[in-house]
Structure formats: C-alpha cells, structure tokens
C-alpha cells in the first residue's frame, strides 16, 4: 500500500487503500455538508453518494461567493464605508479561495472511492476566480 497522495489530499482522509479510508473519507465528508445529512443512513452507507453530494453543496457556496464578489459593491454601496466593501470583498476572495481548495479535496476523494486511477489528474486544480 502506498502512503502517496496527489497534492490537495485532505490530510484529514487517510490514502486510499488504507486500512480507515473510507472511515476517515466519510467522517470528513460529513463535516462539509449540512448537519441534517447525517440523518440519511444511505449517505453512510454509501460513501460515494455523500461524497457527490458534498460536491454539489460544496460547489453551490464556490457560486454564491463568487455572485456575493460580483454583487458586493452595487448591493452595499450605500450602506458600507468603501474601505468596509474592499474589506467584504477580501472575505470573499480569501473564503471563495478555501471553498475551491475544499472543493479540489472533495473531487480527489470522490475520485478516489471510485477507485479512479488517477485522482491527481490536472483538471481536478480549479483555482478561484472571482468573476465581476
């Protein structure tokens, strides 16, 4: 068994093919996704499923960082101090950043309980780019 993993590996998930794999990729994926999910045994029993699901719920928080970046000044314009909205736009850059990076790891071990072969592919790195 190889202790090798691509980088973006959540060091929180031990590497594929370890003994607690799964275990440690469900216990983090259920960190990422609302609290509720913990109530859907299918999402424990399959792994892959949650992973899919923290994905998209993942993903939908990357979105609405990058529509609060687009929105932030005409929205708070009148009510934010201009160096408060360089201030919120700076959130939304540094968490839109940790969501993406988040959302590499969620794809990594998605990628990884389908037994892909090559979870360190390139187009698994999305940088986040805010878009005005």
Known sequence: MSTHVPP????????????????TALAWLLELVPPE???????????????????HHVGAS??????????????LGGVVPPH???SVLDTYRREGARLVTLLQ??????????????PDDPTHRRPFTPKL
């Open 37 to 55: 999910y913990r109530r859907y045994g299918v999402l424990r029993r399959y792994p892959l499923a949650l992973a899919r699901m923290a994905r």
């Open 105 to 118: 790891g969620i794809e990594l071990v998605e990628t990884a309980l389908r037994g892909l072969a090559e």
């Open 84 to 86: 408060g909205i360089e």
């Open 8 to 23: 973006g590996w959540p060091s929180q998930v031990h590497p594929p093919g370890s003994d607690r794999f799964e275990d």
């Open 62 to 75: 990357v979105e609405a960082a990058r529509e609060g970046f687009r929105t932030a000044r005409v929205d």
